[in-house]
């Protein structure tokens, strides 16, 4: 599986924007950008996901670079509801080896009042 | 539309008990994961399930553990002679497919304390 690289810990204050980075220089061209987060005492949940193009929902955005190595998941306005460990994955499209997300260390991001 | 549901939410054994989990996918999901995440750990892939048939179980211990999801009923991740070590949250999901661009859905997870 294609490596990410995200940092440890990233600090927000609440009604702010948040830009989540990710590295992921050795991405194939098959592979989808997904993210994904868990909050405390929870199963991780589904955030957004992308190809090539970016992509927004009413969670948030996710801003892919043009060459495709790195990509930023934005919460366009934080609440302290979105405190979690924020995953980025990289999933290939193939029908057995897109079967499992590999989740790395993540990004602890805390959300100040 | 209920989402992935895991029972029991709480397990307790002690030492040399078996530890049976149970994982109800979506509605019209034939695809389950299972992941396990230890204490202060991160969430790691243990099987890949569709009906009747165990597709990538190659992050499954040897020995004590094994998974299935028979064609009527929940799937089920079995530990036998339960150590210390097992203690951790085990996390189903569940997908329609296992297309790459596809979403998986998680449930809360079983917290297994063995004592």
């Not at chain 2, 009906?51 to 998974?67: Q, V, Y």
């Amino acid at each position: 599986d294609a490596k990410t690289t995200q940092p440890n810990s990233m600090e927000s204050n609440e009604e702010e924007p948040v830009h989540l980075p990710c590295n992921h220089s050795t991405i194939s061209g098959t592979d989808y950008i997904h993210w994904y987060r868990q909050l405390p005492s929870q199963g991780p949940e589904y955030v957004i996901h992308g190809l090539t193009s970016n992509v927004n929902n009413r969670m948030a955005s996710l801003a892919i670079a043009e060459d495709r190595k790195s990509s930023t998941l934005i919460l366009h306005r934080a609440t302290l509801r979105d405190a979690a460990v924020y995953y980025c994955i990289l999933r290939d499209v193939g029908e057995t080896s897109g079967s499992r997300l590999t989740f790395g260390e993540g990004t602890q991001l805390t959300v100040n009042p | 539309n209920a989402g992935v549901m895991q029972n029991p939410r709480h397990l307790v054994r002690r030492r040399g008990q078996e530890a049976r989990l149970r994982c109800s996918p979506m509605k019209g999901h034939s695809h389950v994961y299972w992941y396990r995440q230890l204490p202060e750990e991160g969430l790691k892939f243990m099987v890949y399930l569709q009906k009747e048939n165990i597709i990538d179980e190659s992050g499954m211990p040897k020995e004590r553990f094994s998974a299935e999801f028979p064609k009527e009923g929940p799937s089920i991740l079995r530990i036998q002679q339960v150590v210390r070590g097992d203690s951790a949250a085990y996390f189903c999901a569940s997908s329609p497919n296992s297309w790459g661009g596809g979403t998986l859905h998680f449930g809360n997870g079983t917290r297994l304390t063995v004592t």
